[in-house]
């Protein structure tokens, strides 16, 4: 698999905040949200699902405030709130009144509140990896907040947390994510956050209930070997959520979209295509 440098994105600003993001193709727009962790960007994410993805649709994936190469204010304090209003922020910016969304982790937990708190803003929703409301902490997430800056140990919590299989954790993964998590500011910011979703619920203002209110047609992509948020959470999801299909790859850790990314791409793109999945 090959894996490809940080590509400079274009920038906008977002109530005061410049905003980096990659933009490609044309069509229904398509709104990718990464997740957290150390090292995580847009395109360190999304790397292998924008071109595909905008062969059919336009394509939109913003480094969230305090990610990648957006702006990191000194005043913010980094949460769910900061991050909804970011990405709300943003579709207003890039002047789109209604998306599909395609979130992973956090940015799944990101796409939930806006399907509960703007319904009308939202076309379909692809959640992967997503915490559901029951879902306890895990080893994996522990690890994550327990990470400290070096390329040991970076390759370490991709090879034991993010993928089955240790031959995709390249030397050139492991050293985009270690850069990237050392950045100017990253790893300061990266402490700050508060990344939880059940107290980001609250803060939110979204009770356990609202789950089962989401009209929004939903696909819910795991992997069954996830061991950051376990597939336990993507069937809790799809059992809780009215409108919600669970496709499940075997083999999978936390990373459908990299260790599954031509059939993950191929599954996503006919879901907002609204195609029958076969």
Not at 76 to 104: C, P
Not at 216 to 233: F, K, M, N, S, W
Request: hydrophobic share 40%; net charge negative; aromatic share 8%.
């Amino acid at each position: 698999m090959t894996v490809a440098t940080e590509q400079p994105g274009s920038t906008i600003e977002v109530n005061g905040i410049a905003t980096n993001y990659h933009e490609a193709g044309s069509g229904d727009p398509v709104l990718l949200l990464h997740g957290s962790g150390p090292g995580v960007s847009a395109w360190a994410n999304w790397q292998h699902t924008i071109a595909v993805l905008a062969k059919h649709h336009r394509v939109v994936a913003p480094d969230m405030v305090g990610f990648g190469d957006t702006q990191r204010p000194a005043d913010i304090r980094y949460s769910s709130q900061a991050w909804f209003d970011h990405v709300l922020g943003f579709l207003d910016a890039m002047k789109i009144e209604r998306t599909s969304i395609v979130g992973n982790s956090l940015g799944g937990f990101i796409a939930l509140a806006l399907a509960i708190k703007c319904p009308e803003r939202l076309n379909r929703m692809v959640l992967l990896g997503t915490p559901s409301p029951g879902m306890k902490p895990t080893e994996g997430l522990a690890a994550l907040r327990k990470y400290e800056p070096s390329y040991e140990a970076m390759e370490q919590l991709l090879i034991e947390y993010f993928a089955v299989d240790p031959a995709i954790i390249t030397p050139e993964l492991v050293q985009l994510r270690h850069e990237a998590s050392v950045a100017p500011g990253a790893f300061e910011t990266y402490r700050k956050m508060e990344i939880n979703p059940k107290t980001g619920a609250s803060e939110l203002g979204i009770e356990a209930g609202d789950y089962a209110c989401i009209s929004t047609p939903t696909l819910i992509v795991h992997g069954r070997e996830d061991r950051v948020i376990p597939v336990e959470a993507g069937i809790e999801l799809m059992t809780t959520l009215p409108n919600a299909d669970l496709h499940v790859f075997s083999r999978c850790g936390h990373w459908t979209q990299v260790e599954r990314a031509s059939e993950f791409s191929a599954v996503v793109d006919q879901f907002l295509s609204n195609q029958a999945i076969v």
